[in-house]
């Protein structure tokens, strides 16, 4: 039911599919989850984890660095390449309400251009080029570099007369040059031999590279808490903060990121998984130092000594689930920054916080703050601090910044920003302070990356952690699972230690409906549906209310995937049994209510599991409501339907039931919302044009494998098994149930009931009147309107997703029977 989308956090609360003993699960309204407290105890006291702390540090300061020069000063221009068109100049977007800032977009040259005029100077060759996109605030350009023989040194220079170096190594594909002002770059390229490089795009910013941009109620990170103690650790804290500029998807983005201290001293840099989720945007990094106010008041001037340095990042590990991505620099830290501290135990109720972000990629902010609950984003298995902000706020840019906690006169980082809530309109803003800020938690990243910050090897593991850990060919037959008649089964696999990562490559030739899931012992696991590049596309904690295991069903398009398996609890370990399938099925999941708008008064309910159709026909003949099924509609070579259609009848309404073949029915689709239905009964034979019944939103149904115990859309074939032969079709549109009861009345004969308006209850469920509806015969010349009575009541009150009450009376009489869903197919409608 997740709406997120990767690279943006959605900072919305979610319906979270957890079992008790987490954090209650809440409609698909995306309302405000809490969780209980009592839960949250019983949650803390199963999760122990050992205090992990580590101090912050200082990188000697030994001057301002000398302005960096061309090593040609006199050198012309030797290239040049210039897109004209301009673009519209616009303000930086914020992909999703509190994420990552769009303020860059990708163009494409029209003809890549091959650099070939190097000179000779000492020591080597330069070159020089001069790329321009009209009226850009800011440029980067793409050079590929695949053919390096030797390290390129890379110099750029914007309008504001700075230039920015960086040092391009042999075995990169790519390369970006540094971010500089103004809609024209000069680039410099040195190397002790001519290289084969080619200039294939720009970035063209639409916002400036200096833009004020943040919030009137931003704090500048030069003004005063009014705690001496905490001002003096900010001031050392900021200086390992950093705003950052990646590319991804054809667009240039901004987020937060800070430098962190590790055992192995090395530059670890933290950031949210949404902003940088894969090597390939982290290759793409460029930073800025010290990027911050000389004087409290907004209006005062940038600091003289920032820094900006463009040799990318390399991606070390991310986790979709916490919204966490762990970086290294691929060169030291500038003087004067500083290692953050880091405390990697959990946050409590009630604590006090600092957040230091770069708000719409402004200068440095501060905002001030209690860690106020623990919330969940739509998307996103694990809860996250909520915070509220006492003083200042974050916006779009902040995303990736961290979340820090006073200790012994410094600040320590205990996590990472995702996003904000969005109780009133879009997130938080200086007019819209009652939101949280949701930050992904230290102490669930941290065991999880504590191998590399400590630069150890990975222990012996059942499979690798990392899609970067693969080094077999990525289409291997072995994995072709949509070629397989079984699952691929991966049995006695243990989380093996607090923080493992369990990854397993699988492969389609052809698209398909995929579903993952553990089994065995009831592991608490959560799992994930990776890209070939190691970004999320689903994940899950708990498929299903019976057991702890996570399940995913999704489609795919042929290509390479990996299915990764954790634990819930960051300390816990254990063994599971993994499943990965294939099913090729129809992209739409056609269960719905069918009818054809100009005949009211009749209609098909369908029932898509698999490559069946369960149908169930209301109409009328001469003598009055009847009802036929074909139970069994198989997919055919062209894509419909068909199968034997049968007239049931009962020796009472819910007596034994016995089934006669009647005629034939088949479904031809088109498209999502139509069809053509053509069926035969005792040799009459009627077709007619179908499409999907609207009365509110239309439930857009997908694929599960799993019971849907947690889901709160019901719209499905619900049925006892213990009473075959009778049945309850619900189609769920916004706050509105449609329900078509097929029974049977006193003498056996088939009859139908509807609940055309069924509305909410207060607890959860449906209720609205029930009628008999009477009409002409089904295969009428021409169709007169049906005629409805109101003869009772129905209620429907679901005790999970997967089981219910069915209460209604019929003209005073009451029944009550429990019904749970339909399953005759290995997956299932899963509506929304």
């Given at each position: 039911?997740?709406?997120?989308?990767?690279?943006?956090?959605?900072?919305?609360?979610?319906?979270?599919?957890?079992?008790?003993?987490?954090?209650?699960?809440?409609?698909?309204?995306?309302?405000?989850?809490?969780?209980?407290?009592?839960?949250?105890?019983?949650?803390?006291?199963?999760?122990?984890?050992?205090?992990?702390?580590?101090?912050?540090?200082?990188?000697?300061?030994?001057?301002?660095?000398?302005?960096?020069?061309?090593?040609?000063?006199?050198?012309?221009?030797?290239?040049?390449?210039?897109?004209?068109?301009?673009?519209?100049?616009?303000?930086?977007?914020?992909?999703?309400?509190?994420?990552?800032?769009?303020?860059?977009?990708?163009?494409?040259?029209?003809?890549?251009?091959?650099?070939?005029?190097?000179?000779?100077?000492?020591?080597?060759?330069?070159?020089?080029?001069?790329?321009?996109?009209?009226?850009?605030?800011?440029?980067?350009?793409?050079?590929?570099?695949?053919?390096?023989?030797?390290?390129?040194?890379?110099?750029?220079?914007?309008?504001?007369?700075?230039?920015?170096?960086?040092?391009?190594?042999?075995?990169?594909?790519?390369?970006?040059?540094?971010?500089?002002?103004?809609?024209?770059?000069?680039?410099?390229?040195?190397?002790?031999?001519?290289?084969?490089?080619?200039?294939?795009?720009?970035?063209?910013?639409?916002?400036?590279?200096?833009?004020?941009?943040?919030?009137?109620?931003?704090?500048?990170?030069?003004?005063?808490?009014?705690?001496?103690?905490?001002?003096?650790?900010?001031?050392?804290?900021?200086?390992?903060?950093?705003?950052?500029?990646?590319?991804?998807?054809?667009?240039?983005?901004?987020?937060?990121?800070?430098?962190?201290?590790?055992?192995?001293?090395?530059?670890?840099?933290?950031?949210?998984?949404?902003?940088?989720?894969?090597?390939?945007?982290?290759?793409?990094?460029?930073?800025?130092?010290?990027?911050?106010?000389?004087?409290?008041?907004?209006?005062?001037?940038?600091?003289?000594?920032?820094?900006?340095?463009?040799?990318?990042?390399?991606?070390?590990?991310?986790?979709?689930?916490?919204?966490?991505?762990?970086?290294?620099?691929?060169?030291?830290?500038?003087?004067?920054?500083?290692?953050?501290?880091?405390?990697?135990?959990?946050?409590?109720?009630?604590?006090?916080?600092?957040?230091?972000?770069?708000?719409?990629?402004?200068?440095?902010r501060i905002a001030l703050g209690v860690n106020g609950q623990e919330l969940r984003i739509v998307g996103r298995p694990q809860d996250m601090y909520a915070i509220t902000f006492t003083r200042g706020i974050i916006q779009g840019g902040s995303s990736g910044s961290g979340l820090f906690t006073l200790s012994n006169g410094a600040l320590q980082l205990r996590g990472v920003l995702s996003g904000t809530t969005i109780r009133n309109g879009p997130?938080?803003?200086?007019?819209?302070?009652?939101?949280?800020?949701?930050?992904?938690?230290?102490?669930?990243?941290?065991?999880?990356?504590?191998?590399?910050?400590?630069?150890?090897?990975?222990?012996?593991?059942?499979?690798?952690?990392?899609?970067?850990?693969?080094?077999?060919?990525?289409?291997?037959?072995?994995?072709?699972?949509?070629?397989?008649?079984?699952?691929?089964?991966?049995?006695?696999?243990?989380?093996?230690?607090?923080?493992?990562?369990?990854?397993?490559?699988?492969?389609?030739?052809?698209?398909?409906?995929?579903?993952?899931?553990?089994?065995?012992?009831?592991?608490?696991?959560?799992?994930?549906?990776?890209?070939?590049?190691?970004?999320?596309?689903?994940?899950?904690?708990?498929?299903?209310?019976?057991?702890?295991?996570?399940?995913?069903?999704?489609?795919?398009?042929?290509?390479?995937?990996?299915?990764?398996?954790?634990?819930?609890?960051?300390?816990?370990?254990?063994?599971?049994?993994?499943?990965?399938?294939?099913?090729?099925?129809?992209?739409?999941?056609?269960?719905?209510?069918?009818?054809?708008?100009?005949?009211?008064?009749?209609?098909?309910?369908?029932?898509?599991?698999?490559?069946?159709?369960?149908?169930?026909?209301?109409?009328?003949?001469?003598?009055?409501?009847?009802?036929?099924?074909?139970?069994?509609?198989?997919?055919?070579?062209?894509?419909?339907?068909?199968?034997?259609?049968?007239?049931?009848?009962?020796?009472?309404?819910?007596?034994?039931?016995?089934?006669?073949?009647?005629?034939?029915?088949?479904?031809?689709?088109?498209?999502?919302?139509?069809?053509?239905?053509?069926?035969?009964?005792?040799?009459?034979?009627?077709?007619?044009?179908?499409?999907?019944?609207?009365?509110?939103?239309?439930?857009?149904?997908?694929?599960?494998?799993?019971?849907?115990?947690?889901?709160?859309?019901?719209?499905?074939?619900?049925?006892?098994?213990?009473?075959?032969?009778?049945?309850?079709?619900?189609?769920?549109?916004?706050?509105?149930?449609?329900?078509?009861?097929?029974?049977?009345?006193?003498?056996?004969?088939?009859?139908?009931?509807?609940?055309?308006?069924?509305?909410?209850?207060?607890?959860?469920?449906?209720?609205?009147?029930?009628?008999?509806?009477?009409?002409?015969?089904?295969?009428?010349?021409?169709?007169?309107?049906?005629?409805?009575?109101?003869?009772?009541?129905?209620?429907?009150?679901?005790?999970?997703?997967?089981?219910?009450?069915?209460?209604?009376?019929?003209?005073?009489?009451?029944?009550?029977?429990?019904?749970?869903?339909?399953?005759?197919?290995?997956?299932?409608?899963?509506?929304?």
């Amino acid at each position: 039911m997740s709406s997120e989308t990767r690279g943006g956090a959605l900072i919305r609360t979610c319906p979270c599919y957890h079992n008790p003993l987490k954090s209650q699960q809440i409609p698909p309204q995306m309302r405000l989850l809490r969780t209980p407290l009592a839960v949250l105890l019983v949650t803390l006291a199963g999760t122990a984890f050992a205090a992990t702390e580590m101090p912050s540090r200082a990188v000697p300061f030994t001057g301002n660095a000398a302005a960096e020069t061309f090593r040609a000063p006199g050198l012309a221009v030797l290239d040049r390449v210039q897109i004209a068109a301009a673009l519209p100049k616009s303000a930086a977007v914020e992909e999703q309400a509190g994420g990552r800032l769009r303020v860059a977009t990708v163009r494409e040259l029209p003809k890549a251009k091959v650099l070939e005029q190097w000179q000779p100077i000492r020591d080597g060759f330069v070159t020089r080029l001069r790329a321009a996109s009209t009226d850009a605030e800011g440029l980067r350009v793409r050079l590929e570099v695949s053919s390096l023989t030797a390290p390129l040194e890379m110099r750029a220079q914007g309008s504001d007369g700075r230039i920015v170096a960086m040092t391009v190594q042999p075995g990169r594909r790519e390369a970006w040059t540094p971010w500089t002002e103004g809609d024209s770059q000069e680039i410099e390229l040195f190397s002790r031999a001519p290289q084969s490089v080619t200039v294939t795009s720009l970035l063209h910013f639409t916002t400036s590279p200096t833009t004020k941009a943040a919030g009137s109620c931003t704090i500048p990170t030069n003004c005063t808490t009014d705690n001496p103690t905490l001002d003096a650790a900010i001031r050392e804290a900021k200086k390992s903060v950093m705003r950052i500029n990646f590319i991804e998807g054809g667009s240039g983005f901004l987020c937060t990121a800070t430098l962190v201290n590790s055992p192995s001293g090395q530059p670890f840099v933290l950031t949210a998984n949404h902003c940088v989720s894969n090597p390939e945007v982290a290759a793409t990094v460029t930073s800025w130092w010290f990027y911050d106010l000389t004087a409290c008041d907004a209006s005062s001037g940038l600091n003289p000594n920032q820094v900006q340095q463009a040799n990318g990042m390399q991606f070390v590990f991310g986790n979709h689930n916490v919204d966490s991505t762990l970086m290294l620099l691929q060169q030291p830290p500038p003087p004067g920054a500083v290692y953050a501290g880091w405390n990697a135990n959990r946050l409590g109720i009630g604590d006090a916080i600092t957040s230091i972000s770069h708000p719409t990629g402004d200068t440095a902010r501060i905002a001030l703050g209690v860690n106020g609950q623990e919330l969940r984003i739509v998307g996103r298995p694990q809860d996250m601090y909520a915070i509220t902000f006492t003083r200042g706020i974050i916006q779009g840019g902040s995303s990736g910044s961290g979340l820090f906690t006073l200790s012994n006169g410094a600040l320590q980082l205990r996590g990472v920003l995702s996003g904000t809530t969005i109780r009133n309109g879009p997130g938080m803003s200086c007019t819209n302070t009652d939101e949280n800020a949701l930050y992904g938690r230290l102490e669930l990243f941290h065991p999880q990356i504590d191998r590399y910050l400590r630069n150890q090897s990975v222990p012996a593991d059942d499979a690798p952690n990392r899609p970067q850990e693969f080094t077999g060919p990525m289409d291997a037959a072995s994995t072709h699972i949509d070629l397989r008649s079984s699952p691929l089964a991966f049995d006695g696999r243990r989380i093996d230690a607090a923080g493992d990562i369990d990854l397993y490559l699988f492969s389609l030739s052809a698209p398909a409906v995929v579903s993952a899931w553990t089994e065995g012992a009831n592991l608490d696991t959560v799992g994930n549906i990776l890209d070939s590049q190691g970004n999320n596309l689903e994940a899950n904690d708990d498929a299903q209310t019976a057991d702890n295991h996570f399940g995913l069903t999704m489609r795919l398009d042929a290509g390479t995937y990996f299915v990764q398996v954790g634990h819930f609890d960051s300390a816990g370990t254990g063994s599971y049994n993994l499943r990965i399938r294939a099913d090729s099925v129809d992209s739409v999941n056609r269960t719905a209510l069918w009818w054809n708008a100009a005949e009211p008064g009749w209609g098909l309910n369908v029932n898509h599991q698999g490559n069946k159709i369960f149908a169930t026909l209301f109409t009328y003949d001469a003598s009055g409501p009847m009802w036929l099924v074909m139970s069994d509609g198989a997919r055919q070579a062209d894509g419909s339907y068909e199968g034997a259609l049968y007239r049931t009848a009962g020796s009472g309404p819910f007596g034994p039931a016995t089934s006669t073949e009647v005629g034939r029915m088949r479904i031809a689709f088109q498209g999502n919302n139509g069809a053509t239905l053509t069926y035969s009964v005792n040799g009459t034979q009627v077709t007619k044009a179908l499409t999907r019944q609207e009365f509110s939103t239309l439930s857009e149904c997908t694929w599960s494998a799993f019971d849907r115990s947690f889901e709160q859309n019901y719209q499905d074939l619900w049925s006892n098994a213990a009473e075959p032969g009778w049945g309850v079709n619900l189609t769920q549109q916004g706050n509105t149930l449609f329900a078509t009861l097929f029974t049977y009345d006193s003498g056996g004969r088939p009859t139908w009931l509807v609940m055309s308006a069924g509305a909410p209850t207060a607890v959860g469920g449906f209720s609205g009147p029930l009628y008999r509806t009477s009409g002409p015969v089904f295969n009428a010349a021409a169709w007169m309107p049906a005629t409805a009575t109101q003869v009772g009541t129905m209620t429907f009150t679901p005790s999970n997703g997967n089981r219910a009450t069915l209460t209604w009376t019929v003209n005073g009489l009451g029944n009550t029977k429990q019904v749970t869903r339909q399953a005759f197919g290995a997956v299932k409608p899963l509506c929304e």
